[in-house]
C-alpha cells in the first residue's frame, strides 16, 4: 500500500459527522447547512438545453484533450477574464478536466518525484485535498499560516530559504478557502520569482475567481501576473478553474487547467493513463457555459446580497468581516469552534464547519481554533434565517456560556 495512506487525517465533513453524533436538533427548526461549499443557486437552463441537445455524445468516447471548441472558448475567456492579450494557444496551453479536484490532486501524483523528499508548500487553513495530493505523491507538506495579522493570506514572508529550496510545488488559493482573501498583484508577481529562481510550479487555484463584491475590482489571476511580468509562455504556473461556483454546476464536474505549456503537455499525458477524460456532451454545455457572462453577473448579484444581509445581521455580536471574495464567512467564536459547532447544531439546526478541520496545528498553533467557516450557498432566505439564529445563540452564548453546554451536553 502507498504509505501516504498512513499519514492522511479524516476528511473535515467525516469529523463534522463524529461532533454532531447523539444530538437531535429542534423538530420545529429545518435544517439549514452552511457546512459544505456546494453551490445551491438554480443552474443555467440555457446551459442544460446545451446538455440535452447533445446527449447523443454520451455514445463516444471522449478525448483527453477535449473538443477544439471547448480549449477556444476557454481561452477566449481567459483572454478578456485577466487581460492576456490572446496569448495563450488552445492546443498548448490548455486542458479540460473532469473536475478541479481532481486535477489539483494529480498535479502532485504527475510532478513530484517521491525520491526527492520534496516539500509542497500551502496555506494554513488550506483545502484539504492539497495535503492529501502531498502526502500520496510521498512528498512532505510545509503549512504556511494565513491569520488575521495577514489579513489572511499566507505569510510568504515567514517562509524560510531553505523551504523554498526544497519545495517543488506551491499550492495557492486565491480568493482563499476558508478566508475568502484575495493575492495582490505584488505578492503573485513575487511567488513566480521564487518559482523561477528555486524551479518549482505554482498550482493557482481559482475556482472562486468569479465569486467577488467589487465589479470594479475583480481577483487578479496568477496568468494575469506573469503576463504583467512579460512572460507569456507562463512559465513555471498553471491555474486551476471550475464552473462548479461560477455557474453553479458542481455536480458537471467540469473544469481546466492552464499556463505553461511543457508542464500541460506532460500533465495531458499523465492523465491518458490516469484521468477522466470529459464526456462529449458536458463538453458542449461547458463550452456553452464559458461562453457567458450574464449568467455570472447575476449569480455574483445573488452572493452580494447574502453577504450584506447576513453581515448585517452578524457583525453586532460577532468579530466577523467581509472577505475579498469566495461565498465563506470565517468569524471569530466565543467559545472553541468544535463547541461552536456542536452547540449550534443541537440547538438551532444550523450546521457549520470547525475552522480546526481546515488547518494544522504548527509549532504551538492552528490558525482555525475559535474559527467556523459559514458557506452562504443557500438562498437568500435561508442564509438571512441562519443568520438570525446564529445571532440568537451567540447572544444566549454571552448571557451564560455554561447554560447552552449543560442543555445539550
Not at 38 to 46: D, L, R, S, V
Not at 79 to 89: A, E, G, M
Not at 149 to 165: G, H, K, M, R
Amino acid at each position: 500500500m502507498n504509505p501516504g495512506f498512513g499519514a492522511l487525517h479524516p476528511y473535515p465533513f467525516e469529523k463534522l459527522n463524529e461532533l454532531k453524533k447523539g444530538l437531535t436538533p429542534p423538530a420545529d427548526l429545518r435544517p439549514i447547512l452552511l457546512s459544505i461549499g456546494e453551490p445551491k443557486h438554480t443552474t443555467p437552463e440555457f446551459i442544460l438545453e446545451t446538455l440535452r441537445k447533445n446527449a447523443a455524445g454520451f455514445s463516444s468516447y471522449p478525448t483527453i484533450a477535449g473538443s477544439l471548441e471547448l480549449r477556444e472558448a476557454i481561452c477566449k475567456w481567459l483572454h478578456k477574464r485577466f487581460h492576456l492579450k490572446n496569448s495563450l494557444d488552445p492546443e498548448r496551453h490548455v486542458l479540460p478536466v473532469a473536475g478541479t479536484r481532481e486535477a489539483l490532486f494529480a498535479i502532485a501524483q504527475c510532478v513530484i518525484n517521491p525520491f526527492d523528499k520534496a516539500l509542497v508548500v500551502m496555506p494554513n487553513p488550506f483545502y484539504q485535498i492539497y495535503e492529501g495530493a502531498a502526502l500520496l505523491a510521498g512528498a512532505e507538506p510545509y503549512y504556511v499560516p494565513a491569520t488575521a495579522a495577514t489579513d489572511f493570506l499566507p505569510d510568504f514572508n515567514s517562509v524560510p530559504e531553505a523551504i523554498w529550496q526544497r519545495c517543488k510545488l506551491l499550492y495557492l488559493c486565491s480568493p482563499g478557502n476558508p478566508t475568502g482573501a484575495v493575492a495582490s498583484l505584488e505578492t503573485l508577481k513575487d511567488l513566480i520569482k521564487l518559482a523561477r529562481k528555486h524551479d518549482f510550479i505554482i498550482a493557482g487555484d481559482e475556482c472562486y475567481s468569479e465569486i467577488y463584491f467589487d465589479e470594479q475590482t475583480p481577483p487578479i489571476g496568477l496568468l494575469q501576473a506573469a503576463a504583467e511580468l512579460g512572460d507569456e509562455d507562463f512559465k513555471n504556473c498553471l491555474v486551476f478553474h471550475s464552473l462548479s461556483k461560477r455557474s453553479n454546476l458542481p455536480g458537471m464536474r467540469s473544469g481546466f487547467v492552464a499556463g505553461d505549456a511543457e508542464l500541460i503537455a506532460k500533465f495531458r499525458l499523465y492523465r491518458t493513463y490516469h484521468g477522466c477524460s470529459m464526456p462529449p456532451p458536458i463538453q458542449a454545455a461547458s463550452t456553452t457555459a464559458w461562453s457567458d457572462e450574464k449568467h455570472v453577473l447575476e449569480n455574483r448579484d445573488l452572493y452580494r446580497e447574502k453577504f450584506d444581509r447576513v453581515l448585517e445581521i452578524l457583525s453586532p455580536v460577532m468579530s466577523i468581516y467581509k472577505p475579498g471574495g469566495a461565498f465563506y464567512l470565517w468569524p471569530e467564536t466565543p467559545v472553541s469552534d468544535t463547541d461552536f459547532a456542536r452547540l449550534l447544531y443541537g440547538k438551532f439546526n444550523v450546521t457549520v464547519l470547525p475552522g480546526s478541520y481546515l488547518s494544522r496545528e504548527i509549532n504551538g498553533e492552528n490558525p482555525g481554533i475559535n474559527r467556523v467557516r459559514m458557506a452562504l450557498v443557500a438562498s437568500v432566505e435561508e442564509c438571512v434565517e441562519a443568520a438570525n439564529r446564529i445571532r440568537s445563540f451567540v447572544q444566549e452564548l454571552k448571557k451564560d456560556v455554561s447554560a447552552p453546554f449543560t442543555a445539550i451536553a
